[in-house]
């Protein structure tokens, strides 16, 4: 197909004989904080075209998904989320349909096949041109074009679509304005490690840095503009500039995150997700001199045991994975540990899956991400001998996440009674009369008498009750 134009104008489409005034677009994103991210990105872009953003598909103009290919449950949902929406073409013939994201960089054509009502599918590195193509689209209704997913872009580019564009905006400008107390950075693409059950290296290409100065930068206008908690994203965060080496006994990721802890006005700083490899002792002790840096830190494990590691292509051994949690715990006593593991993975013997079991009861996780092996085509696991049989998956599966709901319950139980300081995000989602937001520990908290004039500050909350995995508490600003 070919490829639309780069620029990017206000809408004002014609159809059915009238004028669009303020085209809608529905943005549905799924999969990790990156895409998120990419959303945002993307969202700003409509916005600064003429567009207004709905949470209602049902009026949208511009139906687009941003999706994400490491689980073929995902898949199946952007999927199957895709074809019910066709519907919507019966009363609104002009409606365009747009994915983005991993999903199609590892599909590519064969997406139109799947969904012939599909009119742009754009890859992870062309993002930044989905708006271009969606509105000569809406203006038009000519042909349909797909995004060559080829080419590669480097550079600060990947990271800043606005500058690109030639306007120095940033989301923040444009999205919930004066509304947002936290922000997603991107300061990083890529990976190189090459899991043998991941998709990522193949749709998101390999690690490319932002420059540090334009990580701060950004992280400056967030600030300025009322965010008070920065969350650093990348594929594996901590490999964040390692080709600039090492200075002063610091890599390029520990002097990335003291340049923007001496941001004034900024309050906390988090990062997901880091890898073992790479994880040095400069970021350990980071955790000693940094108070803005969070007290939690979402640590991927995968495995349990050595022999299904080595399988999984992932470079450590599970005992020096255990040290370090220990040491970062040493670092920080009240740091709190979630991460992600796979059961099933092909040639996962009992015997392994009770070495994860043991590790978990170990570790003592806060949470954790539990995910069932799916085979992703293309990938060195996927064509691995003794695959495991979805019920013995499913069964560990559950197993496991009781374990880890266990050990994460009583972990929240044992915080009923204490103060918690809390950055306050905004209305909660089920009682709009309730304010949200989180400790530093990462854990929620439902404030029952929090009030709209608390979002984006830091206040004392006395946590009076938890169900599970939610914490509900009264503000205390006389709390010590």
């Known amino acids: 197909m070919r490829n639309g134009p780069n620029a990017v104008g206000v809408s004002s489409p014609l159809m059915d004989n009238r004028i669009l005034i303020m085209p809608k677009v529905y943005i549905k994103t799924y999969g990790c904080q990156m895409n998120e991210r990419d959303s945002e990105q993307v969202a700003a872009m409509f916005v600064q075209g003429g567009y207004t953003l709905t949470g209602n598909e049902d009026e949208a103009d511009v139906v687009l998904m941003n999706t994400c290919s490491v689980r073929d449950q995902a898949e199946q949902?952007?999927?199957?989320?895709?074809?019910?929406?066709?519907?919507?073409?019966?009363?609104?013939?002009?409606?365009?349909?747009?994915?983005?994201?991993?999903?199609?960089?590892?599909?590519?054509?064969?997406?139109?096949?799947?969904?012939?009502?599909?009119?742009?599918?754009?890859?992870?590195?062309?993002?930044h041109r989905v708006f271009a193509y969606v509105d000569?689209?809406?203006?038009?209704?000519?042909?349909?074009?797909?995004?060559?997913?080829?080419?590669?872009?480097?550079?600060?580019?990947?990271?800043?679509?606005?500058?690109?564009?030639?306007s120095q905006n940033t989301i923040c400008d444009h999205v919930n304005p004066g509304q947002r107390s936290s922000a997603f950075?991107?300061?990083?693409?890529?990976?190189?490690?090459?899991?043998?059950?991941?998709i990522v290296p193949y749709t998101r290409g390999v690690e490319r840095s932002r420059p540090i100065d334009d990580v701060v930068d950004e992280v400056k206008m967030l600030v300025d503009r009322g965010v008070r908690e920065v969350t650093l994203?990348?594929?594996?965060?901590?490999?964040?500039?390692?080709?600039?080496?090492?200075?002063?006994?610091?890599?390029?990721?520990?002097?990335?995150?003291?340049?923007?802890?001496?941001?004034e006005g900024l309050w906390r700083i988090r990062y997901t997700s880091p890898h073992p490899i790479g994880f040095r002792d400069d970021l350990v002790q980071a955790y000693v001199y940094l108070p803005k840096l969070c007290s939690h830190i979402h640590f991927p494990m995968q495995s349990g045991s050595n022999r299904i590691l080595k399988l999984m292509r992932r470079p450590y051994k599970h005992e020096s994975y255990i040290e370090l949690c220990e040491k970062m715990r040493q670092a920080r006593p009240d740091l709190a540990i979630t991460t992600d593991i796979i059961v099933g993975f092909p040639g996962e013997t009992d015997e392994d899956y009770q070495e994860t079991k043991k590790t978990v009861e170990r570790i003592q996780y806060d949470n954790a991400f539990i995910f069932r092996y799916s085979p992703r085509p293309g990938t060195p696991a996927s064509e691995m001998e003794d695959q495991v049989p979805e019920r013995i998956k499913e069964e560990r599966n559950q197993d496991l996440l009781a374990a880890v709901n266990k050990i994460a319950i009583a972990k929240n139980q044992a915080l009923v009674g204490t103060t918690q300081e809390i950055l306050v995000e905004g209305p909660s989602k089920t009682n709009k009369q309730r304010m949200t937001g989180r400790t530093?520990?990462?854990k929620p908290v439902i404030i029952l008498d929090g009030s709209v004039d608390l979002i984006g500050k830091l206040v004392r909350v006395r946590i009076d009750e938890c169900t599970g995995f939610t914490l509900y508490g009264t503000y205390c600003p006389g709390c010590d």
């Not at 994915?99 to 062309?126: I, Y």
């Not at 689209?137 to 600060?156: A, N, P, T, W």
């Open 185 to 198: 950075v991107s300061i990083m693409q890529g990976c190189d490690m090459k899991c043998s059950y991941c």
């Open 136 to 166: 000569n689209i809406l203006k038009s209704r000519q042909e349909r074009r797909m995004d060559c997913l080829e080419d590669v872009f480097v550079g600060e580019h990947i990271c800043d679509v606005a500058s690109e564009e030639g």
């Open 233 to 263: 994203l990348g594929q594996i965060v901590n490999r964040f500039g390692r080709e600039w080496g090492i200075e002063q006994g610091k890599s390029a990721f520990v002097r990335l995150l003291e340049r923007i802890h001496d941001i």
């Open 440 to 442: 530093s520990q990462n």
């Open 77 to 127: 949902k952007a999927l199957g989320k895709m074809g019910l929406l066709r519907k919507l073409r019966q009363q609104r013939p002009h409606v365009v349909y747009a994915m983005m994201g991993c999903m199609v960089q590892n599909r590519q054509q064969s997406l139109f096949d799947e969904l012939p009502h599909l009119d742009v599918a754009a890859g992870t590195q062309k993002y």
